[in-house]
Every structure is written in structure tokens, then in C-alpha cells.
């Protein structure tokens, strides 16, 4: 995706963290409707889904490319764009709820989801780094 060079600049400061995908975004509890408003598109299973559910996400700052594991037990991992990331089987999140940070995830322990649960499409992982 094309950026301003400030944009670059920022991204091109980031540190590493060994082979691990690096990123910046804030770390939030989201209700149903203000994750239909992120993803950009209904609630495939509307009929069926608790509108009372909360979903713990990080919200990234510019959508990026990953190349992450399927969800099933079938299939290459594959590159795709993320804007966001399920974390809500992660520990140890909860001091950082609300905040804007950097954050790295292992591609070979993020999955895309194999079905269609919200966020639709996007990827989820218990393996978090926080980076600051």
C-alpha cells in the first residue's frame, strides 16, 4: 500500500522482534456493533449471534499484509490484508486495554479463522508480544 513518506518513516522505525510480524495498533474490548462498524461489512450469521458479545482486538493503525497459518488443518498458509486481530484467548492483555502500542505476533501460531465468526476474516492468536 502506498503511504506518504511520513508514513514510511514511521513504519520503517518499528523495531524486531526475531522472525516475528511487528505492527502498531490499540488494544481494545469492542462491542458487536462497533466490530460490524470496523470490519466494514454485516454479521454473516446475524440471525444466530449474541449482539451482547464483547471482542477483545487490537485495531491496527494501516492494514498490512501477513502471510499466517489456516485456521484448519488443510491448507498452506496464505497472505492476506489485516485490520484486525482477535486476541481474545491471549493473557496478560488487560493492563493494556485502551493503549496505542507496538505489538509482534508469530505467524506460525496466528490463524485465519475457518469459519465465518467476527471479526469476518481476520486473523486471531493467543501469541502476543507487547514491544511498546
Do not use: K
Request: hydrophobic residues 30%; glycine residues 8%; proline residues 10%.
Amino acid at each position: 500500500m502506498d503511504g506518504s513518506s511520513a508514513e514510511s518513516g514511521a513504519e520503517s522505525t518499528l523495531p524486531t522482534d526475531g522472525n516475528r510480524i511487528v505492527f502498531t495498533g490499540t488494544i481494545g474490548t469492542y462491542s458487536y456493533e462497533q466490530v460490524i462498524e470496523l470490519q466494514g461489512c454485516p454479521d454473516p450469521n446475524a440471525p444466530w449471534t449474541d449482539p451482547n458479545q464483547t471482542f477483545r482486538l487490537i485495531v491496527l493503525d494501516t492494514p498490512q499484509e501477513m502471510e499466517l497459518q489456516p485456521g484448519d488443518p488443510v491448507g498452506s498458509p496464505r497472505s492476506d490484508t489485516v485490520r484486525l486481530i482477535s486476541v481474545a484467548y491471549a493473557e496478560g492483555l488487560e493492563q493494556y486495554e485502551g493503549q496505542h502500542l507496538t505489538f509482534s505476533i508469530d505467524p506460525a501460531n496466528t490463524y485465519w479463522p475457518s469459519d465465518t465468526s467476527m471479526p469476518v476474516g481476520q486473523p486471531s492468536t493467543r501469541d502476543i508480544h507487547v514491544l511498546q
